[in-house]
């Protein structure tokens, strides 16, 4: 086993070139569900983001890592995240309420996103390129390679608190970067205990620094640093667009929201549909980017499916998150769940129906499924981030398609029907940067090229994609006298 302490148990402070440090400033972490304190963590200030973008640039300058290095270390790396699942796993659901079974799962896609990566330090190349193919350079010989981009700044949102920590931190050590990472200030404690291990794995001082702190402090500074040369956030479009005209001449990725359109045809697996998108609607609370949201059923099948859909949704148990039968825990605050409710307020008065759901408790929201809603309503065109989906009819393929582009965001969608015909159109003809046939829109393996369009960001993730985002082109050209 690890020798790394739980952080639950004592104060933890920054990390910052292979220390940890206090500040004058904490800030407390709860329980999401009892709203019990379980820890308190230091602030970053400005020094010390300065002090930890130094410490990230002279690491790279001064110890440069070997991708055999980079290998090992991730590779252990993936070792001790495994044999610590179970801890880090009741971290994530008490720190974010998310239940049990789905933080295990979280860890265990995170030990794969590592492993991945660590694969792939040993795969970045580059290409001969045969400059004798242009006039007057016969006796020139070109390559290029790739080369670290620089220092990133990772921002990474509290939902996934160790899956996507470890989507931005692993491919840059795979990379050669060296991270300074801001997790989310509600939970934090999963993004420092991956830094005791990443230290526990060998990393040099100086490859991953942590701050802690709000985004509109820490955050803003950090991205603006000059001393950086890459972002990669995961979070809200209207701060990912502030990233974006902050960060100067950096390089941006931006994994930001969406308003998932699902199409269930008539052709489909009704049942399998419905089950399907019960779970990914409401698991973690649907507080997840591509989270089912507007559910769009052919109507010679509506009936039907929303028998199936109240019956899966009711199915679904709704809890204390350490508890190991519980699918669906509590929003990650009061506030969020207040927001939900009156957003299910608001389209109930405005002609919605609600057909299960609709009722909170705490920070509870309980699963909630509407109908008769129209496209200009919130729980239509804007993006939820809780446990509440629509149930909309169409009646033609087309029309549905049409819907579903019907939205300033473009990430993923998921496309039920047995036609092979309607099916690659829709992989043709929505506008989304993923479309998932015979699944839901929330369905994402670690290895595919992540992203979307418009509102839901630029950029991909996924281990391969991101190192050829955080490396850049190098072109070196010999000029042969003989």
Known sequence: MSNVFSVTQQGTGLYINGEWLE?????????KFSDEVIGEVAVAGEQDIDAAIQAANDAMNNRPLAAHERFEILRRTAELVKINADEIAKLIAREGGKPLKDALAEVNRGVAVITTAAEEAKRIHGETVPLDAVPG?????????RVPVGVIAAVTPFNFPINLVVHKVAPAVAAGCAVVLKPASTTPLSAIYLCKLLEEAGLPKGYINLVIGSGRTVGDYLVAHPGKKMVTFTGSPS????????????????????????IVHEDADIDLAADLLAKRAFGSAGQFCVSVQRIYVQENVL????????????????GNPLDEATDVGPMI?????????????????????????????????YPTILKNVNPTMKVVCEEVFGPLASIIPYKTFDEAIEYVNDSEYGLQAGVFTNNIELAWKAAKTIRTGGV????????????MPYGGIDKSGAGREGPKFAVEEMTEIRMVVFNLQK
């Open 333 to 365: 605050s009061l506030k969020e769940a207040e927001r939900v409710e009156e957003w299910v307020r608001e389209a109930v008065q405005d002609g919605a129906e609600v057909v299960v759901g609709g009722n909170r408790e705490g920070a509870m929201m």
């Open 239 to 262: 701060v990912g667009l502030q990233i974006k005209k902050n960060s100067g001449f950096n390089r941006v990725t931006l994994e930001l929201g969406n308003n998932s359109g699902n």
């Open 137 to 145: 350079s016969e006796n020139r010989m070109g390559l290029y390679i």
């Open 436 to 447: 998932i046939i015979n699944d839901t829109s929330a369905y994402r393996a670690d290895i």
């Open 23 to 31: 500040s004058n400033e904490t800030m407390k972490v709860y329980d």
């Open 303 to 318: 009936e039907y499916f929303t028998k199936k859909m109240i019956e899966a949704t009711n199915r679904l148990v709704v």
